[in-house]
Nanobody, 116 residues
C-alpha cells in the first residue's frame, strides 16, 4: 500500500520557520520526482517546489530564497524547509510523488498557519 505522510506543520509567527517532512512507503522512492503543493482557503492548489530524482530543484517565485526542498532517498523522505514565513504562506501543504513511468500519489496534507 502506497502512503505519503506529511508532518511538521503548525502555527508559527511571521518571520518564523518550519520544516515539513513527507515520508513515503510502498513506492520506489528514488525513481520518483517529488513535489510540494499548497492550497489556501478559497484558492486553487499551487505548486510550491519540486525536486527531481536527480536532485534538481525548482521553486515558485514567491518562495525563492526562503524555502529549501531536499530529499533523503535512504529514508524515503522529502523535506521542505520554510524560513521567513509570511501570512500569505498559510495553507495546507501537500506532498506529491510523480513519475512518467508510474502512477502519481498524494499525501493527506499538513496545515501551516502563519499568524501573530
Amino acid at each position: 500500500q502506497v502512503q505519503l505522510v506529511e508532518s511538521g506543520g503548525g502555527l508559527v509567527q511571521p518571520g518564523g520557520s518550519l520544516k515539513l517532512s513527507c515520508a513515503a512507503s510502498g513506492i520506489q522512492f528514488s525513481r520518483y520526482d517529488m513535489a510540494w503543493y499548497r492550497q489556501a482557503p478559497g484558492k486553487q492548489r499551487e505548486l510550491v517546489s519540486t525536486i527531481t530524482l536527480g536532485f534538481v530543484t525548482t521553486y515558485t517565485d514567491s518562495v525563492k530564497g526562503r524555502f529549501t526542498v531536499s530529499r533523503d532517498n535512504a529514508k524515503m523522505t522529502v523535506y521542505l524547509r520554510m524560513n521567513s514565513l509570511k501570512p500569505e504562506d498559510t495553507a495546507v501543504y501537500y506532498c506529491n510523488a510523480h513519475s512518467i513511468l508510474f502512477p502519481s500519489y498524494w499525501g493527506q496534507g499538513t496545515q501551516v498557519t502563519v499568524s501573530s
